[in-house]
């Protein structure tokens, strides 16, 4: 095997393996969390609309729930005379 030959497919081995070892760790970075980046309360993230986790999705539904409740409020403090 020529020298050339041998130097570029080692050069070529170790980029391959340097792009594939950071695509690695940038799919793992972006992967799904167990736990809220923000110290913040649910009210005040920006992502509680879309954030998968368990707290979030219960903050949706109280929130949903909670503004159910104050339309029915309203509708019947204007249905009576």
């Known amino acids: 095997m020529n ?25 793992l970075s972006l992967g799904r969390r167990d736990r809220c980046s923000t110290t913040e309360l649910c009210g ?10 368990p707290q979030a999705a219960a903050f949706r539904a109280a929130e949903h729930a909670e503004s159910g409740y104050r339309h029915a409020r309203e509708a019947r403090q204007t249905d009576t005379p």
């Open 44 to 53: 005040g993230c920006e992502a509680r609309q879309t954030c998968e986790l």
């Open 3 to 27: 020298p050339d030959r041998r130097s570029f497919l080692r050069t070529a081995g170790r980029w391959s393996l340097a792009a594939a070892l950071a695509g690695g760790v940038g799919a």
